[in-house]
């Protein structure tokens, strides 16, 4: 369930980044509705690593590495998104759109991964 919840929001995180980069193609700097678009993704990304967080905690049976990762990715997943939304107000030109569409792709391989590690150090 974990692994499929994953691959949903990477394909609405890469989405998004392209959006961002058909904006920063034509020239267009971050609008309101990108910012939108990031408040909703980093919604949704809270709600994976909580259920990720709960998954951990109810099905047990991984070593203390594989969590230490997964809640490292979690972390990680969770800063990226403001971060790229802090560094892009700060550029107000198309290439903070550039800024915001790194940040999508980075979030996406942050799920791609998690799900990976969570699918190979599953409970037996």
Request: aromatic share 6%; net charge positive; charged share 10%.
């Amino acid at each position: 369930m974990i692994v499929g919840l994953t691959f949903v929001v990477l394909a609405l995180a890469l989405a998004w980044a392209l959006w961002c980069v058909v904006s920063a193609v034509i020239g267009q700097a971050p609008t309101f509705g990108h910012r939108i678009g990031l408040l909703v993704l980093e919604g949704i990304a809270l709600v994976v690593a909580l259920v990720i967080v709960v998954g951990l905690v109810v099905e047990g049976g991984r070593t203390t590495g594989a969590v230490v990762e997964i809640v490292g990715y979690l972390i990680a997943m969770l800063a990226v998104l403001p971060i790229g939304a802090a560094l892009a107000h700060g550029e107000r030109t198309r290439y903070g759109s550039v800024v915001l569409a790194v940040a999508g792709v980075t979030l996406a391989v942050l799920l791609l991964r998690t799900g990976q590690v969570w699918a190979v150090t599953g409970a037996r």
